[in-house]
């Protein structure tokens, strides 16, 4: 697992990297692109107020900044975060790790979009869940939580993605298995884009 040190490293070639193992279809950025797309049509179709959860260099947040959609963001690497003001420069982005819970300034605000890209896989199951618990409690009626990851539909997919990536496979990530993440949130639905990627939504039921 990388630490906030280790992202500020790896800012600067970050999009670059993953772009790399999107077009060569590996794991584990395969679909990445395609995943970011579904995320952005989805919330632009609602628009208002989006918070993303370490929105990283501000790849998918930046374009929905630019479509006029208002962005709060959290992330804790400082040097990721000085990229994507600059792209950003109005957006209320705070320094911080999530798993450890939001900003204040973020609780205080109701959201109609949430969204985590490649962020969430970080985190135990336990704290997904307790996160999660926490974000739905910030959506505004009828608002969306958008988490595109490296995720599976059970655990045989993610098994048999394990045996393909052999040593390029990272232990020390806890990703998405639908039919697991959906006994603690049973009103999400998954998309899946590629053989290791899909998209959950979890809907505000409150």
């Known amino acids: 697992m990388l630490s906030s040190k280790g992202f500020d490293l790896w800012a600067d070639g970050y999009d670059k990297s993953v772009g790399l193992s999107d077009e060569d279809g590996t794991y ?5 692109k395609d995943v970011l797309n579904e995320i952005y049509n989805n919330v632009l179709s609602r628009g208002g107020t989006v918070l993303d959860i370490g929105f990283g260099t501000g790849t998918l947040t ?4 630019e479509k006029g959609c208002k962005i709060y963001g959290q992330d804790f690497s400082g040097r990721m975060i ?6 950003m420069p109005n957006a209320k982005l705070y320094q911080g790790d999530f798993s450890a819970g939001l900003a204040a300034e973020l609780t205080d605000c109701k959201y109609d979009a949430i969204i985590a890209a490649y962020s969430l896989h970080h985190l135990t199951d336990n ?6 618990s926490a974000l739905l409690k910030l959506l505004n009626d009828g608002g969306r939580i958008y988490i595109g990851d490296v995720a599976f539909a059970d655990r045989r997919e993610l098994d048999a993605c394990r045996a393909q990536a052999g040593g390029e496979w990272d232990d020390e990530e806890i990703y998405f298995v639908y039919d697991e993440f959906k006994k603690y949130f049973p009103q999400t639905e998954f998309k899946q884009i590629s053989f290791c990627s899909g998209v959950l939504c979890l ?4």
């Open 203 to 206: 809907k505000n039921q409150f």
């Open 62 to 65: 930046s374009k929905l900044y």
């Open 28 to 32: 584990p950025f395969a679909g990445y």
């Open 82 to 87: 000085d990229i994507a003001r600059k792209k």
């Open 127 to 132: 704290q997904k869940v307790s996160l999660l």
